[in-house]
């Protein structure tokens, strides 16, 4: 069959075939000529791996007699190849492509459970169209033995909310794969299914971090009162990682005994990977004296710590803290001035951009690099103290600044990759200097990188160019 066509209400879907798709595609122009009062025309190509050049003169006939009706086409399940073809002959811009599972049959949508880049989506979209077809798949499935398959189902299964299907979910406990019972753990968590979580503490030395981590999750979702003393207990283990799956535990949990645990464990704890994880997982407690445990971070021997603590303060949002933070910009350890520098980006402080500004002649490398950094991210036209370091001698204060730029001022950004692209030593920075002009896209860039072209020495900068160009 060439084309399937099904109208519902104001929207028609034409399915184009697997064989003769020009003869599918004229059909389907024609059917969409016949109609009256659509609103929208969908075109499926689930079934066309591959188009030939001229199939796509029919397909832009579809848009002209679509706009024609005044109504919207949209182009969906798109395969890459087709996409490809799109992108070389630039057609991308002319139409509106996505995904759009509603003409697959179960089988099909299993099939594509095996493709990592759809599985996600098509089990999302099963698990909101959840029918008695699919279930009784999803359930043969189970009882198979294909682990990748296996795991969708689950977490499918646990998405649309199937308690009908607990005991065979828990079954899957005994799994010999970690991805089946991880997905179980989860599944089973949100079920609220209070039968297992004795269980799951045993998972939570489980030697694959995924599914520790999932048994994490699920225990806080089934806690009571008792729990938080019980996971504490396990963050005296010999073992490091398991003190970690703890400290998570504990932070899921969130309530005022998991923060006591975690505060004085934080005050006994030697391993920095440890240490600094409970300082992140202390930063997900709404508690008055959170903002000054991570301030006290930054004096930590750990970089890791130090890192960590940078990263809470973000997470808090501590902008009352933001006087001394700015205080460690200039501390003796350029890496607490660095992280100090992270921190007050992220929050995108623009208080903090001047005395950004004024501190950057005093600190060391690595915290300038962050300034520039943080002074793209923040709100405040700082472009004539960037534009002051452009012949800066070191390359990576260059090429920080042409980022910098962009994100602040993209016209000054082009200006100066425009300039740079030819007459900057670094062949890093010239890299750069063409992926802004390219993201740009100011007038007469086409012809500043042919010019550079001829005279580029370096190939990653000239390959980079021609890429440009040959899309263009």
């Not at 659509?38 to 007699?65: G, M, P, R």
């Not at 010999?238 to 505060?263: E, H, T």
């Not at 603590?309 to 660095?338: H, M, N, P, Q």
Request: some cysteine; aromatic content about 6%.
């Amino acid at each position: 069959m060439g084309v399937e066509l099904t109208r519902n209400k104001d929207t028609l879907r034409v399915v184009i075939g697997a064989d003769e798709h020009v003869e599918g595609l004229n059909e389907g122009l024609a059917a969409v000529r016949a109609e009256t009062e659509i609103y929208k025309v969908i075109l499926d190509l689930k079934n066309c791996l591959f188009l030939q050049s001229k199939s796509l003169a029919t397909i832009l006939a579809f848009k002209k007699e679509v706009q024609k009706k005044k109504a919207e086409l949209l182009l969906v399940n798109v395969s890459e190849e087709v996409h490809q073809l799109f992108d070389m002959t630039n057609l991308l811009p002319l139409f509106n492509i996505s995904q759009d599972y509603t003409s697959f049959n179960a089988d099909e949508l299993l099939e594509k459970l095996f493709d990592p880049e759809e599985a996600d989506r098509v089990s999302d979209y099963i698990a909101e169209n959840y029918t008695d077809d699919i279930k009784a798949r999803l359930y043969d499935v189970l009882e198979g033995d294909d682990p990748l398959l296996k795991e969708y189902a689950v977490l499918t299964i646990g998405k649309a909310h199937d308690y009908d299907a607990t005991e065979r979910v828990r079954e899957c406990l005994d799994s010999d794969s970690g991805s089946v019972v991880r997905a179980a753990i989860l599944v089973l968590g949100w079920f609220g299914e209070l039968s297992v979580k004795e269980r799951l503490y045993e998972f939570l030395k489980s030697s694959v971090s995924d599914v520790a981590e999932a048994a994490a999750g699920s225990i806080a979702l089934l806690a009571d009162d008792s729990d938080a003393e019980k996971i504490g207990s396990l963050l005296m283990a010999g073992n490091p990682r398991l003190r970690i799956v703890a400290s998570q535990a504990l932070s899921l949990i969130n309530d005022s005994k998991s923060y006591a645990i975690l505060l004085e464990h934080l005050k006994a704890e030697k391993n920095e990977d440890v240490r600094a994880f409970t300082v992140k997982s202390l930063a997900g407690f709404n508690k008055p004296g959170v903002a000054d445990i991570l301030l006290a971070g930054f004096d930590d021997e750990s970089l890791k710590v130090r890192e960590a603590s940078a990263g809470g303060l973000v997470r808090i949002k501590a902008k009352d803290k933001v006087d001394e933070i700015l205080k460690r910009i200039t501390d003796k350890d350029s890496w607490v001035g660095y992280f100090a520098v992270k921190a007050l980006g992220e929050m995108h402080s623009e208080v903090s951009a001047e005395k950004l500004i004024s501190a950057y002649a005093a600190v060391e490398e690595n915290v300038r690099l962050a300034i520039i950094e943080a002074l793209g991210k923040i709100r405040y036209d700082s472009s004539a103290f960037l534009q002051g370091l452009v012949k800066d001698d070191n390359e990576d204060v260059r090429k920080e600044v042409l980022g910098a730029l962009m994100k602040i001022k993209p016209e000054s950004a082009a200006e100066t990759a425009a300039v740079m692209v030819a007459s900057d030593e670094s062949w890093l920075v010239r890299f750069k200097a063409v992926e802004i002009l390219d993201t740009i896209k100011p007038q007469g860039y086409k012809d500043i990188l042919r010019s550079r072209l001829t005279a580029e020495e370096n190939k990653y900068v000239r390959e980079k160019i021609q890429n440009i160009l040959e899309v263009l």
